[in-house]
Nanobody
Framework: HVQLVESGGGSVQAGGSLRLSCAAS?????MGWFRQAPGKEREGVAR????????NYADSVKGRFTISQDNAKNTVYLQMNSLKPEDTAMYYC?????????????????WGQGTQVTVSS
């Protein structure tokens, strides 16, 4: 069993920044961030392979969001800059035991409870 605890959500004006944190009870192969806006499907935002540190981003956040990790703390971060109203969503931390998580946002089977991010115009 893996526990994931997110923190750092909140409200910010467009153009602002927020940093999300996710503390895991143990290390898995990949960690990632997903989001779900009201009435929309959940989408992968960013993921990182914990062993090698390789990262991948959704096109909509490339150049604005950065995923990073502190392996000693089993913690992953999502630095979000230049936020837009369309970034408003519930953000979820997720983890995967599958090596395939390095190539796709599928195979994430462990989830946190989510943290709300609201960006106002």
């Amino acid at each position: 069993h893996v526990q994931l605890v997110e923190s750092g959500g909140g409200s910010v004006q467009a153009g602002g920044s927020l940093r999300l944190s996710c503390a895991a009870s143990r290390s898995l192969y990949c960690m990632g961030w997903f989001r779900q806006a009201p009435g929309k499907e959940r989408e992968g935002v960013a993921r990182i392979v914990t062993g090698g540190g390789s990262t991948n981003y959704a096109d909509s956040v490339k150049g604005r969001f950065t995923i990073s990790q502190d392996n000693a703390k089993n913690t992953v971060y999502l630095q979000m800059n230049s936020l837009k109203p369309e970034d408003t969503a519930m953000y979820y931390c997720a983890a995967s035991r599958s090596v395939w998580c390095s190539t796709t946002f599928d195979y994430f089977g462990y989830w946190g409870q989510g943290t709300q991010v609201t960006v106002s115009s």
